[in-house]
Structures are given as structure tokens and as C-alpha cells.
């Protein structure tokens, strides 16, 4: 039974009981308008110790309903090997994860989710916290250098270019409106404003950047790549005079993944 656990000082129950302090805290200190971070060490210690006489008195309460429970009271059910490792890990992330709370946090509905979806968000905000910023070329082991686009002729440049795009997908870098660029004009983007680029460099990350090469230029959108449909609709918007529509230099079959 639940309580029968709780008393014999299951490890795992007594990570529910610090998810229910974390929780219970939270609560206090912001109605009442304060900061955990804010407190001091003599505070702190007296929380602490306030805590811990709640705890003793909440397992006594516990033992006397536990010894004189009628005998058709229905048993809690028993935890999974599975749930178990959730509480445990829900747990280690809400500790490691305090530093960087702020207010945005506490609107996230965690009660109405499955313990395993909190700690998949709580796992991301974690790692999105703690990722270094570094260049994209970093990203990769070893580094990734790339020769000078003048070093390199026409033929190398289109060879080198093929393996980059592949490099930087495996990365979930994608690149969107490359068609009005040649190869060397192209290669020049990834070598001068790409991999210098200095981005979070998540280890687990589950969506795509999508590196648009036009340089959020509209007349090169509206130019190469709008449809009749949306070249309409933006004359409509701006009232303004449309670029004469051109063909692409190339039709490259890049890797894509829907934004």
C-alpha cells in the first residue's frame, strides 16, 4: 500500500514528497510575492527545518491511519519499474532546472500533464538553458573548415558544396531558396555567414533550422520563388510593382523537412 511504503522509507516515495515540497513552496513563496533565490541562509535553514517537523508529523498522522485502517479500505496501486524512473528523473530535473526559472515558467499547466511529457519539456528547457553558443562549425567533430571559395575551382566547389549540405542536414540545418544562387555563389553563403554563425548548439535537437538563403530578401522571393497565387496577394497587400518573374539558375534536390 501507498502509506505502507511511505513509512518503510521508499526512496521513490520520498522523491513524490520532495515533488510535493517543490510544488507546495512554489506555491507559498509566490502568493506571498517572493523569491526562493532571494532568501537567505538563515531563512532558507528555517524553511528547511519547518519542513522537515510538517514531514515527521505528516508520517505520524500517516502510521496512526495506516494502523487502524478498516480492512475493506481499497489498496493504492503499486508503481511501475517505469513510473518509478519518471519520479525519479522528474525529480533530478526540477532540481537542476530551479536556477533558471523565471514567472513564464509557472504557466505551463505541468498538473494536466503526463509525468513523462513534463519531463520531456522539463528536459528541453534544461538542455535549451545550459547549450553553449557557438559558431556552427564548431558543431562538428573535428571542426569544420572549409577551403576559401577562391581557392577552389568551379569543378571542386560543386563537389565540396554537396558534402557541406550533407554535413549541415545531418545537423538539422536545412536550406531553403538556393535555386537563384550558382554553386559558387552558394558555397560563399555556407563559408562567410553560416558556419560562422553562432547559434545554441543543442545536443538532442528535435526541430530543424531553416537557413533561408535569399536573405529575406522579397524581391528574390517574388522574383524566383512566388507562386502567381502569392505574387497577387502581395500586390493586393503593398500596392506596389512586382519584379518581372525569372527562372532559377539551378533546381537543386536539397534535403528537406516540413518548418
Known amino acids: 500500500m501507498y502509506i505502507e511504503q511511505v513509512l518503510k522509507g521508499d526512496f521513490v516515495k520520498k522523491f513524490q514528497l520532495y515533488r510535493f515540497q517543490l510544488g507546495f513552496s512554489e506555491r507559498i513563496f509566490r502568493k506571498a510575492g517572493k523569491n526562493l533565490e532571494e532568501l537567505g541562509f538563515f531563512d532558507k535553514l528555517l524553511y528547511i527545518v519547518m519542513f522537515g517537523i510538517f514531514l515527521k ?64 519539456f522539463l528536459a528541453s528547457m534544461l538542455e535549451w538553458e545550459v547549450a553553449p553558443i557557438e559558431p556552427i562549425y564548431r558543431w562538428f567533430e573535428p571542426e569544420l573548415h572549409l577551403p576559401s571559395p577562391d581557392s577552389l ?47 545554441k548548439n543543442l545536443k538532442h535537437r528535435n526541430s530543424f533550422i531553416h537557413w533561408d538563403c535569399s536573405s529575406g530578401d522579397s524581391d528574390i522571393w517574388l522574383r524566383f520563388y512566388a507562386s502567381d497565387e502569392e505574387r497577387e496577394l502581395w500586390t493586393d497587400h503593398y500596392d506596389e510593382p512586382l519584379p518581372p518573374k525569372q527562372l532559377p539558375i539551378h533546381h537543386r534536390d536539397l534535403p528537406q523537412h516540413p518548418f
Open 57 to 120: 508529523l505528516f508520517s505520524c498522522i500517516q502510521y496512526f491511519l495506516c494502523a487502524y485502517r478498516p480492512i475493506n479500505m481499497p489498496e493504492q496501486p503499486h508503481f511501475s519499474e517505469t513510473e518509478i524512473d519518471e519520479l525519479i528523473l522528474n525529480a533530478e530535473l526540477r532540481t537542476e532546472i530551479e536556477p533558471y526559472l523565471d514567472e513564464s515558467v509557472f504557466r505551463v499547466p505541468f498538473q494536466q500533464l503526463p509525468l513523462r511529457l513534463e519531463n520531456e
Open 153 to 199: 575551382l568551379d569543378e571542386k566547389v560543386s563537389q565540396v558544396l554537396d558534402n557541406v549540405i550533407t554535413k549541415l542536414f545531418e545537423k538539422k540545418i536545412l536550406l531553403d531558396f538556393t535555386d537563384h544562387l550558382s554553386d559558387r555563389e552558394l558555397y560563399t553563403l555556407i563559408y562567410r555567414d553560416i558556419l560562422p554563425s553562432r547559434e
